[in-house]
């Protein structure tokens, strides 16, 4: 497991737990165990610890900042914001905070947790599911894989001199036990066993004319949950108590694949805050991209990304909303992961975002992949329609946060008859609300002659307004409009004509046709339709 970093510590804890104040030595310092400090005792000698001042007032802390940089330690830990600023960076340790509420055995609980939890750089720990491999095929005495419920290879091992066959070296190349009906006989076989099962060989393929080997076989459980199984490939020499070892090695498989999921768990906690960070600007872009596990550009350049935002139909009750989205993030977070491998999704208020990368992307084409099959995929699974929006791709992740802007406009202008749309699919949609909010907030940019025509209409009982909105929306052209407005053209150019002579608006100076538009389209909300009246 690698050493847990002050950076690390924050990507987990950072925000309203705790907060940094300072970190001179940089957020790569790493960070070994938090201790309490006890007036009564001896400071310890304890390279990178956190030291948590109780019983010390933040603003009387200075002491043991000095105290904490001269044992070692990476940084001090106090309540309250009224921390020894100058003399943490003096002394050259980190300071941080929590509430001044915070109770000292739950600050302790907190950090030691994230400190001796933290998953390796990859986020998986299979690491040592290998090691695993490689001594159950030393005890059992044949070639070993470790696979998961899914049939996919996690480990397998290396020992030299042990036999193969075809299906295992197909198995290993592709990740992926190979399909074939006799393959899924054999599994409902070892799943029904209490312990280890001896399965015969099975006839070769074209590839194999020797046939596959017999398999020594053994399902991995934890408390009732089947969480994948051990296989030993059987040349006749296995070892007399080839079972009983492959027993054991299933209990050690089942401890190792649990903490796998817990640090691949915590990884994606750490990624999916990461995110909101970086999608509200809060977040430091430049160690961002590393801990994301994002590559960079031919020149060394951040790589582009962007961001998908998916919600769902307003149609769900609001009694089943919260749910609903939690399971919405799982799907999205499983079709992004089976894409991208390590990915980062993050459900907020109601909204799931992904960040999808985007170097050697051409046209977006890929993402819009993902995110159809995302939807088509979720309405079933979830009972209500899904909508997915897809944000501008921007140089790296210092842009994010508008990224993230343009996806949420899309998602406010998809319906129905477009579920699934990137910001540049539909500019002009989302321009003109953007337009429509703008020009709402401001007094100078909505009065205009558009009021007086809509109060015109309203005394008279006239539709100037909308064969206004339909002669504009026609290109100007009267037939057009007329279609539009089902009525004779002979008509709609009499409406243009008093409209024109009794409000004095000026429909051949561009510049007046343009605002009039609009204004009727987006602060009225117009749309040329046929109308009843004449």
């Known amino acids: 497991m690698d050493a847990c970093t002050l950076g690390d510590l924050l990507d987990v804890l950072g925000g309203p737990s705790v907060r940094l104040h300072t970190a001179p030595a940089g957020l790569t310092v790493p960070v070994t165990e938090a201790l309490l400090y006890d007036a009564h005792a001896p400071l310890p000698r304890a390279p990178g610890a956190l030291l948590l001042a109780v019983g010390v007032r933040a603003s009387a802390a200075g002491p043991l900042a000095r105290a904490a940089a001269e044992a070692g330690m990476s940084g001090l830990v106090v309540r309250g914001p009224d921390g020894p600023l100058?003399?943490?960076?003096?002394?050259?340790?980190?300071?941080?905070?929590?509430?001044?509420?915070?109770?000292?055995?739950?600050?302790?609980?907190?950090?030691?947790?994230?400190?001796?939890?933290?998953?390796?750089?990859?986020?998986?720990?299979?690491?040592?599911?290998?090691?695993?491999?490689?001594?159950?095929?030393t005890a059992v005495g044949g070639a070993t894989a470790v696979e998961d419920p899914r049939q996919r290879i996690l480990a397998y091992s290396t020992v030299p001199g042990q036999p193969v066959d075809e299906d295992r070296r197909q198995g290993i190349l592709g990740l992926q036990v190979p399909t074939s009906p006799a393959n899924s006989e054999q599994y409902r076989v070892l799943f029904a066993a209490d312990g280890p099962v001896r399965l015969p060989a099975l006839d070769g393929g074209p590839g194999d004319p020797a046939g596959i080997l017999p398999r020594l076989a053994v399902a991995v459980r934890a408390g009732g949950e089947t969480l994948g199984s051990l296989w030993v490939v059987d040349d006749g020499n296995l070892a007399?108590?080839?079972?009983?070892?492959?027993?054991?090695?299933?209990?050690?498989?089942?401890?190792?694949?649990?903490?796998?999921?817990?640090?691949?768990?915590?990884?994606?906690?750490?990624?999916?805050?990461?995110?909101?960070?970086?999608?509200?600007?809060?977040?430091?872009?430049?160690?961002?991209?590393?801990?994301?596990?994002?590559?960079?550009?031919?020149?060394?350049?951040?790589?582009?990304?962007?961001?998908?935002?998916?919600?769902?139909d307003s149609a769900v009750s609001a009694a089943d909303v919260e749910q609903t989205a939690l399971r919405l993030l799982d799907l999205v977070r499983l079709q992004c992961e089976a894409r991208y491998g390590r990915h980062a999704c993050v459900l907020v208020d109601g909204v799931v975002y992904a960040l999808l990368p985007a170097l050697g992307e051409r046209g977006g084409a890929r993402h819009q992949r993902l995110a159809e099959d995302i939807v088509r995929r979720a309405g079933p699974a979830l009972r209500v329609p899904v909508r997915a929006g897809l944000g501008d791709v921007v140089p790296g992740l210092a842009e994010v946060a508008a990224s993230r802007a343009d996806a949420d406009l899309v998602l406010r202008v998809l319906g129905p008859e477009l579920p699934v749309a990137s910001v540049a699919e539909v500019r002009p949609r989302v321009t003109l609300l953007r337009l429509t909010e703008v020009l709402g907030e401001r007094r100078e940019l909505s009065a205009g002659a558009w009021r007086t025509v809509l109060s015109y209409d309203t005394e008279h009982g006239t539709d100037y307004a909308r064969t206004l909105v339909s002669w504009l929306d026609a290109g100007c052209d009267m037939a057009g409009a007329a279609r539009l407005l089902a009525v004779h053209p002979n008509t709609c150019r009499y409406r243009l004509r008093q409209a024109q002579q009794q409000l004095g608006i000026d429909l051949d100076d561009p510049d007046e046709r343009l605002v009039l538009w609009l204004q009727l389209r987006t602060l009225a909300g117009l749309r040329a339709a046929p109308s009843a009246s004449s």
């Open 240 to 312: 007399p108590d080839a079972e009983e070892a492959l027993a054991q090695g299933a209990s050690t498989a089942a401890l190792l694949l649990l903490r796998a999921r817990a640090a691949q768990e915590l990884a994606r906690h750490q990624n999916g805050d990461l995110l909101r960070r970086l999608l509200d600007g809060t977040a430091d872009p430049a160690g961002a991209a590393h801990r994301l596990g994002l590559g960079l550009g031919p020149e060394g350049d951040p790589a582009p990304v962007r961001v998908a935002a998916f919600v769902l």
């Open 86 to 137: 100058a003399e943490a960076e003096s002394a050259g340790v980190a300071l941080l905070s929590v509430d001044e509420d915070a109770a000292w055995h739950h600050v302790h609980l907190l950090l030691a947790s994230a400190i001796g939890a933290r998953p390796s750089t990859a986020g998986s720990g299979l690491g040592d599911l290998f090691a695993l491999a490689d001594a159950v095929a």
